[in-house]
């Protein structure tokens, strides 16, 4: 078979795919923060256009993708699924390792494939400006890209810590027309009361999503777009694992694991969801999640509701999480630094039907490092786990088994953190049981 299997434009897929009719367990619904009660779609319309709205309560098992969206997808879509010969001879496995490359987006990674929806039906529906969160600056990359595709203006608030260390995803970010600030920032309430109790504070994922919910909350003509978790987002991303169905059937193969990073879980989700039926249904399919030993989610945090942001203005979410006030240590893989993850990911992990491994970063980054050698692409920070997980997995499958893995995005804006590795300046970090703990105190304490 060749290297390289690319999908034909006709067969590129023209619906996502939405996995809660599938679900073994009903998904817990979101609940208002102040009376526990689950919420309503008119409670979300402040923040989300109509269309996103249905769609993340939305009981069809297919959800048609609108021509405009396909019309940017085709862009950089459909995307290669690649066999990484060149790694397995390294590894000396007998198993086949493929990866799913979503790094030739104009983003440079898998986050165009929501950002362009969304940024489409806020469109359509009138809206002028989208304030977002991000991370490691992929997804307010692809925001920016998407704002700029519909002409709508762009407010980025950027995790401080990845502020600072990836001054180039900034800097693309302003070239797509989009303002960024490092949150926490004095551009709102929650910020400013962030800085006022600790000046140094170098943020999170948690924290960012309060400043852009807040500025979306207190402007007529804004609305908020979210990269990761909810079920819309998921949904988007699964455009991911749909292709790649259809490309290893063209190889005549099929996954056996199934391997993706996970912060939020949208590139994991939109990668394994896909084969949800098949997997219920008796294949044997792993679905595998790697995380930061940093920001442990699925490996030890705790299956409950909680806040999707530090100052608890989302709606409460049945998710593993670490606590909603949890600072996660400054690891480089910024986009992994999130306290909670996809309920639907949750979901499945609570039945056992996704299985979790957490990693260091300096086990990740030499990961990393050995894909180049080989493969000759620079992955992502946060794309170095997955193949931190890809490589050990190759190493326990059977021969004639196949390796799929997520290659989520390139590293090419974040040779800063390659620099700090090879100089050997990377702290592997890993929180205490009682700073988890601690932070788990602060959680609702119903069920």
Known sequence: MESKIILPERDMPRQWYNALPDLPTPLAPPLEPGSGKPVTPDMLAPIFPQAVIEQEMSPEARIDIPEPVLDIYRLFRPTPLVRAHRLEKALGVKCKIFYKDESRSPAGSHKPNTAIPQAYYNAREGVKRLATETGAGQWGTALSFACKMFGLQCTVYMVKVSYNQKPYRRILINSYGAEVFPSPSDKTQTGRDILAKDPDCQGSLGLAISEAVEDAATHEDTKYALGSVLNHVVLHQTIVGLETEKQLAMAGEKPDFLVGCV???????????????????????????????????????????DYGDVARLTPLLKMHTLGHAYMPAPIHAGGLRYHGDAPIVCNLAAEGIVEARSYFQNDCFEAARLFQATEGFLPAPETSHAIKAAIDVAREAEPGQNVVFLFSGHGLLDLASYDAYMQGNLVDFEHSQEDIDESLKACPTFD
């Open 263 to 305: 912060g939020g879980g949208s590139n994991f989700g939109g990668l394994v969801l896909p084969f949800l039926p098949r997997k219920l249904s008796g294949e044997k399919i792993r679905f595998i999640a790697a995380e930061p030993k940093a920001c442990p989610t699925l490996t030890r945090g705790q299956f409950r509701y």
